[in-house]
């Protein structure tokens, strides 16, 4: 039996407003594979090659493949009760804020709808002249192009790129102003992502780290809850729901 404190069930009653802050470690149970870790895509890939913009220019066709990839794993896998039970989290509480870094879109397809998107959404993609955006981009010899026949990339954030302020913007905020944090599934080793429960602890809110094991943000958190966010999400909400 997963052990929750009476203390965050109470927190969790009486908060008007929840922040969290979701990693690959929360779709790892639907299959999707985590970046760091024995088993991580960084182990077998070379974020170098495939992740940054300069690679992509070079490369473009290799990028893709390996977009592509990714996309068709993602197509087929399903929310897991992890996301789920965050759905049932936004229910409950008056003002949630789901802020993730993943790509895969499973927070929407489970439900929740109060979600800021910090890497982007792989199964978006824009041009680099226009900046038209496409679901599904035609390809031609290997590449997708636009309709004004520039190249066409995945919404997804890069390494050494900016990230959308404006989401930037409103994850402090929600951060801020949440009463509870939890930071779920996350390494915490890419910024700004792994700053916000920190930022979070400092305004005042009370902060959870859900996680398999500890991270850099372990040290930092109120409470640590060691287990799949799968199963320990439930938990949280089944005892929420009991009066
Ligand atoms: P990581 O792969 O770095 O970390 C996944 C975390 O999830 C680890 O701390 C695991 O211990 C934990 N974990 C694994 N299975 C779990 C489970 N069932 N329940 C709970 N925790 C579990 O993934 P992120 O922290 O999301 O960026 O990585 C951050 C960013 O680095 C990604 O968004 C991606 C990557 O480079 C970009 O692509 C821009």
Redesign the pocket.
Known sequence: MIDISDGLIKRLKEAQRIAALT????S??SGVP????EE?L?KKFS?EEL?NFDAFMKNPELVWEWYNWRKTLMKDVKPNP?HYALTQLEEIVPDMTLIT???DGLHRQSGSKNILEL?GNIFRSYCLDCKKEYEQPEFKDGLPRCVCGGLVRPD????GESLDSNIVDNSLKESMKSQVFFS???????QP?ASLPIIAKRSGSYVVE????P?PLTGHMDEFIM????EVLPRIVELLKKD
């Open positions: 990693g690959a470690g929360v790892a149970e985590t970046f760091r870790g991580g960084w974020p992740a992890g870094q993943n790509v890497h997804v954030v890069w390494f779920i599934g996350t390494s915490g080793h890419v992502a859900i996680n398999t094991e991270t287990g799949k966010s799968g």
